[in-house]
């Protein structure tokens, strides 16, 4: 196995505390067995999410000494803007907080009944803004996303006949295609330079502009220099150059590759429309040259862009995920292949398949890791995902029971991961002991957060 070498060296230390196996009860106990509720102070290895959670480098953190917090035309903006047009190549650049704000901006704006917007998947804060303004968010994967068994190299690709369909048949109703890089809802998989020409080809041919949702753009340019025809030989930053240009617009997350712990933007070349969202960013985040954020954060994402698009950064970064992912089908775990590039998915159905849907097997392998190991990882299946049909009561379960791992970026060492893989090997080898779990509370809305339970 290779063992991927971090492209660095520790500057600053966090420390991180295990905890005994009786307090980790206790915390479980009072959790009401959900590991959101537990606090992070006692997680030895908090794989929950990559959103947000980056270490800083260095540089970054000598930016936020020299950034400008002036209320206007601050220096930290010019140099984010210049950062955001050198790699995206769009006029038009607009700070927000975070990337669910750059969704609120311009699905309100371009959003009511009667309108569709394509994706390939929309992400979950994507889809609730869509459908908060009475749109219909519509999700266009090929159907390998479908198959976690099923190895292909762009799994995170745009279905182009279904867009093609869609684009005739809803004609007039389509403000906007978007386009998720990499495609995080179906398992972190990359989407293929070809499929992005394609997808624009089509939108132009329609007269519909394309925008990319582009967190984790980096790591997809990445996967297109090591997976595709023709990209071997040319530097990331090109390829998302190219990438960018077959689009009109983006918005990001910039707690993804831009390797800062907030932030976001929008970008694009309509300049109309940019009016139109400043005008609404004033009122709900700040102004156009801040959007808020301080002057020291837009310095760091600055610096940060360029960074996420380092390639020794890219391939260490590919690679301690892939590393995690090998160890733990070694080990005979079944995962979500092929491995994708922010997270290793574990298919809980076929980990505990003693444990039916309605039972929380996702949910019950995150209890066994925290109990086990201190590990906090998330579940993505039915506590997140089943919906009771109001009318008759029958639950309809999703076709997954996925738990994720995240890894965040440049913070836990390949140790780390070879610790974590040990654990949930150890938890596979006794997964026999693992119970389901069932409800003693749940909120109506986004019931993940706040659940509670117990064990059958
Ligand atoms: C994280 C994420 C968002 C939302 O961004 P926040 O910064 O969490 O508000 C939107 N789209 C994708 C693909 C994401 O990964």
């Known amino acids: 196995m290779n063992i991927p070498v971090e492209p660095f060296r520790i500057k600053t230390v966090e420390r991180i505390r295990q905890t005994t196996r009786e307090e980790r009860e206790a915390y479980l106990k009072e959790a009401g067995l959900n590991v959101f ?36 035309g601050s220096r930290s903006f010019y140099r984010f803007e210049a950062a955001i047009r050198d790699i995206t190549g769009f006029p038009q650049v607009i700070p927000t907080h975070q990337g669910r704000v750059a969704e609120n901006l311009l699905f309100s704006t371009i959003c009511r ?234 298919d809980a159905l076929a980990f505990c398949p003693h444990i039916p849907q309605s039972e929380f097997p996702g949910v019950a392998l995150t209890v066994a890791l925290y109990r086990e190991a201190g590990i906090r990882a998330v579940e993505i299946g039915s506590m997140m995902f089943a919906e009771k049909d109001p009318k008759t009561g029958k639950v309809e379960y999703p076709p997954l029971d996925l738990v994720r791992l995240a890894i965040p970026r440049r913070v836990y060492t390949n140790t780390h991961m070879a610790y974590v893989a040990d654990a949930i090997v150890a938890v596979y080898k006794n997964r026999d002991k693992l119970r389901g779990l069932r409800l003693t509370y749940e909120a109506p809305m986004l019931r993940h957060f706040t659940a509670r339970l117990e064990e059958v």
Request: net charge negative; glycine share 10%; aromatic share 8%.
């Open 113 to 346: 009944p009667g309108i569709t917007i394509p994706n390939n998947t929309h992400f979950d804060t994507t889809h609730a803004n869509v459908a908060a303004n009475g749109a219909d968010a519509l999700n266009l994967p090929v159907p390998e996303a479908l198959h976690p068994e099923t190895e292909h190299p762009f799994k995170g690709n745009m279905n182009l006949e279904a867009l093609e369909k869609v684009l005739t048949e809803r004609k007039g109703s389509i403000p906007l295609v978007a386009m998720t890089v990499t495609n995080n809802s179906a398992g972190g998989q990359p989407v293929s330079m070809e499929n992005i020409k394609a997808t624009s080809q089509i939108c132009r041919k329609h007269g519909v502009p394309f925008f990319f949702d582009c967190a984790r753009y980096a790591e997809n340019c990445w996967f297109i220099h090591e997976r595709e025809a023709g990209y071997k030989n040319k530097k990331v930053i090109d390829i998302a150059r190219e990438m960018f240009s077959y689009a009109d617009g983006c918005w990001m997350s910039a707690k993804k590759d831009a390797l800062v712990n907030i932030g976001g933007f929008l970008a694009m070349k309509d300049e109309k429309l940019a009016q139109t969202l400043r005008n609404k960013l004033i009122l709900i985040e700040g102004f156009p040259t801040y959007g808020g954020l301080a002057g020291r954060d837009l310095e760091a994402i600055a610096i940060g862009l360029y960074e996420g698009l380092d390639e020794d950064y890219l391939k260490y970064r590919t690679e301690q995920v892939r590393y995690l992912g090998e160890m733990l089908m070694a080990g005979g775990v079944p995962l979500v292949k092929p491995i994708g590039g922010h997270a290793v998915f574990i």
């Open 37 to 72: 509720a537990v606090p992070s102070e006692s997680i030895f290895v908090d794989l929950l999410t990559d959103s947000g959670t980056s270490a800083m480098s260095d540089q970054q953190w000598g930016g936020l000494l020299t950034g400008d917090e002036a209320y206007a």
